[in-house]
């Protein structure tokens, strides 16, 4: 039904950037909430980015502020999340994540990507 492709991830080095895509429909984009979220080795999954239908953006957690970006590009029907500065802690798989409203907890997402893996080197 609803469909989250994510892309984007790659290895990179301390202090580059990338720019991860979600994929998804007209429909969703317009209907949804939309967060990404990040689970690195050994810890559970966070919240790192979210958006709703209304352009509104949640607060970013400490961790990653002043350095990620969720915005939408409404023509391709496209969720992304741009990262600056990476460090080697951002290391993890990123997920996108659809729901009926913006939160931060990862029950309130009824659909889940496959996610895109980030590997930062120092």
């Known amino acids: 039904q609803v469909q989250l492709v994510e892309s984007g991830g790659g290895l990179v080095q301390a202090g580059d950037s990338l720019r991860l895509s979600c994929a998804t429909s007209r429909h969703t984009l317009s209907t949804s909430a939309l967060s990404w979220f990040r689970q690195g080795p050994g810890k559970e999954r966070e919240f790192v980015a979210g958006?709703?239908?209304?352009?509104?953006?949640?607060d970013y957690p400490e961790s990653v502020k002043g350095r990620f970006t969720i915005s939408t590009d409404n023509v391709e029907n496209t969720v992304y999340l741009q990262m600056n500065d990476l460090k080697p802690e951002d290391t993890a798989v990123y997920y996108c994540?659809?729901?009926?409203?913006?939160?931060?907890?990862?029950?309130?997402?009824?659909?889940w990507g496959q996610g895109t893996q980030v590997t930062v080197s120092s």
């Open positions: 994540a659809a729901g009926s409203f913006l939160s931060t907890m990862r029950h309130h997402y009824t659909y």
């Open positions: 958006i709703n239908e209304s352009g509104d953006v949640a």
